[in-house]
């Protein structure tokens, strides 16, 4: 019997040769400044490299910012100058050659913008006495006490931002991704319009359940006027904030999801969490699943599952039991890039190895 897991799934005119898909990591490895800052080099090419030729059926890169100020941390990959293509050009070619299809994650990081890489500590980055750049947001509310208070945005800033997000989509389309996944989720820029605990704005942004999810839908709607109609694009979204009073819940994700499939989103890649605030998060394996479950059951719109899916059983599983289109792996893949291979010899299915590695299969 073959394995739901390793059976190819299309979306549009592109098809994904297994369900074995990686999640977007950021690296924090670029440069931060200078004529090649933002851009892809040497240790992106290895990483995502060894994850095409150990059997990822879909590659998403790390979240690549649209402008320099909408970078997590100043070692971010960037994708707001032609520059940029190039080093990414050199990455998709790579996967399309040995049958990963290649996907970007863009978007912007909001008031959780400037801050140092994981391993050098936490808080904003300090240039010279100073902020790096200074954060924005929906609302000057800081995301915690290690974070400075972000600048409102105004409405016209609103809208070079949501220009900002086109104009990397046709730059991804320019380095040969052919899946373009909008972040909207971990408390960055959309996933901050969406929820109330970040979103204080009385204007067409804020209230309303209307309002905080204008921004998403006009940034997809931005997005997708300048990705090929033949071409998927997908949403990243934290189905809830994980808050008691407050927060963006599981209810409003299923209400968007159906709003994101009418305005041409194709999949939607559901994680939780990140924006701040008294969460109380229960990790255990496959702690997320259900609500990417309850988005394919009521919203009609094709699904990832992501978090703590570690075991080849598990993965098999979610999809026999269609609780998901898909699955993504995260931190698994970062311990054994090999874990699609390794995942369908337990379940007695192929991945097609290359040719240099394949005495090992």
Avoid at 107 to 129: F, L
Avoid at 144 to 150: C, E, G, L
Avoid at 254 to 275: I, K, P, Q
Avoid at 340 to 348: I, T, V, Y
Wanted: include cysteine; glycine fraction near 10%; charged fraction near 20%.
């Amino acid at each position: 019997m073959s394995a739901a897991l390793f059976e190819p799934y299309t979306l549009r005119s592109v098809t994904v040769p297994n369900r074995v898909w990686m999640a977007p990591m950021c690296q924090y490895s670029a440069e931060p400044a200078g004529p090649n800052a933002g851009a892809a080099g040497d240790w992106h090419f290895a990483h995502y490299a060894a994850r095409a030729t150990g059997g990822a059926g879909l590659i998403l890169l790390e979240a690549t910012a649209v402008s320099p100020e909408g970078r997590i941390s100043p070692y971010d990959l960037g994708i707001w100058d032609d520059a940029q293509i190039d080093g990414l050009r050199r990455i998709t070619g790579f996967l399309a050659a040995h049958g990963t299809v290649p996907g970007i994650q863009i978007g912007h990081a909001g008031r959780k913008a400037a801050t140092h890489r994981p391993w050098e500590g936490s808080g904003p980055v300090d240039a010279d006495g100073g902020l790096a750049w200074r954060p924005v947001g929906p609302s000057p509310v800081a995301f915690d006490d290690r974070h400075v208070v972000p600048d409102e945005l105004s409405v016209e800033q609103i809208h070079e931002i949501t220009a900002q997000f086109a104009a990397a989509a046709r730059r991804a389309l320019a380095a040969g991704f052919k899946v373009v996944e909008v972040h909207g989720a971990h408390g960055y820029l959309i996933g901050q319009f969406l929820s109330p605990f970040s979103n204080r704005r009385t204007d067409s942004y804020g209230g309303s359940f209307e309002n905080r999810t204008r921004l998403a839908l006009e940034v997809v709607d931005a997005v997708r006027a300048e990705w090929p109609e033949e071409l998927p694009l997908f949403f990243r979204i934290s189905a809830t904030d994980w808050l008691q009073e407050q927060g963006w819940t599981a209810d409003e994700t299923v209400r968007l999801a159906a709003l994101l499939r009418e305005h041409g989103v194709d999949l939607l890649d559901v994680s939780t969490g990140g924006n701040g605030g008294p969460a109380r998060i229960p990790v255990a394996p496959g702690y997320q699943v259900p609500f990417a479950a309850r988005v394919r059951a009521e919203a009609g719109l094709a699904v990832a599952a992501v978090g703590l899916i570690t075991e080849a059983e598990q993965a098999e599983k979610i999809l026999a039991n269609g609780e998901a289109d898909a699955v993504l792996l995260g931190r698994e893949l970062l311990r054994d890039p090999s874990w699609p291979r390794r995942a369908a010899h337990g379940l007695g299915a192929e991945v097609v190895a290359p040719p240099q590695y394949a005495r090992a299969y």
